[in-house]
């Protein structure tokens, strides 16, 4: 108890959602195991992206939809640590919070959830003109140009709201959902079909959880950090940058797939049109076998788009970074800024 945490208890902030609680659940026992005399608090809100069902969350124009009351609370003391899903975290934090850990990722791909009297099909089986529902341009965009036969619809609410929806109406053949998702709440067996990368890469941080804490909190920060899994860091930090590198959010169509492997990373990114028709994808890669080095003073707590990883070779990071930075910059040169704005411009309208 030298690090002054032991006297009380450790609040940790969550949405609301069973998805959002189930996850904080994770880290909060994970914490738990490391420190077994610290005491542990869950404290649930809600956020506007759970309070806003009836628009669709590329409209709502918000960046931080998920993220800003739970943010608020950290800033008045009122929580010390939140858990988030990575991809609902902007790329650019708010002054003084980071990112002190990122968990082991858990599968990144989406995954095709079918209406009861489908089951058995693949999106590719559906009869001509079927209704697939997704909140997601990403999604859309890359399903559409891959299954023209097929519609796509805004779907919004938890997942909980949304498998309902697709069960109890005849609204929706299939609906597309992240896999982590649907594997931490138990439902892993309503999933009929993976997308790999040749259907539809993912989001950007998809299948991994943040905890986000306030960048000066070192007892805190220190807590956490031991939470970090290495390989996550890295392949998030390039996805990250890519994504900042292009100003991509919710509201535009961009995509990636990480793989590390033999110490060699590697980053596939693409931009979309909103109808998938224009698109640009290209991979790049980088090794990211640096030794562990002890980074007295104040380097310890560089920031990598907003992660703090202290357990992790800076120059390991830093190639990461760039990775993501590079990749953005050869799509940016082969016409994506034109893809995206056109996409946004869309969208607002």
Known sequence: GENGVDSRAIRVGTRRSQLARIQ?????????????????????????GDKILDTALSKIGEKSLFTKELESALERNEVDLVVHSLKDLPTSLPPGFTIGAV???????????FHPKNCGKTLSLLPEKSVIGTSSLRRAAQLKKKFPHLEFRDIRGNLNTRLKKLDEKEDFSAIILAA???????????IGQLLGPEDCLYAVGQGALAVEVRAKD??????????????????????????????????????VNTLLKDDQLYLTGAVYSLDGS???????????????????????????????????????????????????????????????SVARQLNDA
């Open 24 to 48: 904080t659940d994770s880290v909060v026992t994970m914490l738990r195991e490391l420190y077994p005399d610290l005491r542990f608090e869950i404290v649930a809100m809600s956020t506007t």
């Open 180 to 190: 982590a998702g649907l594997k931490r709440m138990g439902w892993e067996n309503r």
């Open 103 to 113: 968990c082991k990722r858990e599968n990144p791909l989406d995954a095709v959830v």
């Open 218 to 255: 070192q007892e805190i920060l220190n807590m956490v950090s031991s939470l970090h899994d290495a390989d996550t860091v890295l392949c998030c930090i390039a996805e990250r940058a890519f994504m900042k590198r292009l100003e991509g959010g919710c509201s535009v169509p961009v995509a």
């Open 278 to 340: 224009d698109s640009l994808k290209e991979t790049m890669q980088t090794g990211v076998s640096y030794p562990h080095q002890n980074e007295d003073g104040p380097n310890d707590d560089v920031q990598h788009v907003g992660i703090t990883a202290r357990n992790v070779p800076g120059q390991a990071q830093e190639a990461a970074e760039n990775l993501g930075v590079e990749l953005a910059s050869l799509l940016l040169s082969k016409g994506a800024k034109h893809i995206l």
